[in-house]
T-cell receptor
Framework: SQTIHQWPATLVQPVGSPLSLECTVEGTSNPNLYWYRQAAGRGLQLLFY??????ISSEVPQNLSASRPQDRQFILSSKKLLLSDSGFYLCAWSEGPGQGAKTEAFFGQGTRLTVV | GDSVTQMEGPVTLSEEAFLTINCTYTATGYPSLFWYVQYPGEGLQLLLK?????DKGSNKGFEATYRKETTSFHLEKGSVQVSDSAVYFC????????????FGKGTLLTVNP
């Protein structure tokens, strides 16, 4: 069966420090991968999605970047955190192209990031 | 583009009350529709889904029917429990070249004993 791992679960970082959040998926190949941010415990904002290694699409201009160095690894980064980067970050995956794109996404447990 | 509109709440009910959370959508073609649930401090879990018109998704006593004529996918439960307290998200996927899920803003449900 497929599983998704996201870490760390919580993170407190000072303003101006770098960020690296990691997400890995097991039990599937060539998945679509997503990073979402949830502010104020409610709405979900899609930040990045990837349909393959090295293919990253950005949904909103921001202080963050994403990379996909391996098929089932997705990394969210920042060189210098801002206070406004605080939030709950969720990684997700769905079946890749050619496997039926109209499928649900499966989410990790999230990372609570607090920038101080 | 695709969009999902759901009642924002918050919704507060007593245990054993009937629940309805409204969800309507705008999409090209024939999207798949989903309801996700998020318990405090956790990620999202798929609650139920429907992939074509008139399909009914169901799970854990929750139901939603894909209504193409009204572009709706309302979530219902006949008798809620305290453990159902969570945030509920309606979502759609149009598939094709668009691999993204589009979410509503979420509805906070609180069930009191």
């Amino acid at each position: 069966s497929q599983t998704i791992h996201q870490w760390p679960a919580t993170l407190v970082q000072p303003v101006g420090s770098p960020l690296s959040l990691e997400c890995t998926v097991e039990g599937t190949s060539n998945p679509n991968l997503y990073w979402y941010r949830q502010a104020a415990g409610r709405g979900l904002q899609l930040l990045f999605y990837s349909v393959g290694i090295g293919q990253i699409s950005s949904e909103v201009p921001q202080n963050l970047s994403a990379s996909r160095p391996q098929d089932r690894q997705f990394i969210l980064s920042s060189k210098k955190l801002l206070l406004s980067d605080s939030g709950f970050y969720l990684c997700a995956w769905s079946e890749g192209p050619g496997q039926g794109a109209k499928t649900e996404a499966f989410f990790g447990q999230g990372t609570r990031l607090t920038v101080v | 583009g695709d969009s999902v509109t759901q009642m924002e709440g918050p919704v507060t009910l007593s245990e054993e009350a009937f629940l309805t959370i409204n969800c309507t959508y705008t999409a090209t073609g024939y999207p798949s529709l989903f309801w996700y649930v998020q318990y405090p401090g956790e990620g999202l879990q798929l609650l139920l889904k429907a992939t074509k018109a008139d399909d009914k998704g169901s799970n854990k006593g929750f139901e939603a029917t894909y209504r193409k004529e009204t572009t709706s996918f309302h979530l219902e439960k006949g008798s809620v429990q305290v453990s159902d307290s969570a945030v509920y998200f309606c979502a759609l996927s149009s598939g094709g070249s668009n691999y993204k899920l589009t979410f509503g803003k979420g509805t906070l449900l609180t069930v009191n004993p």
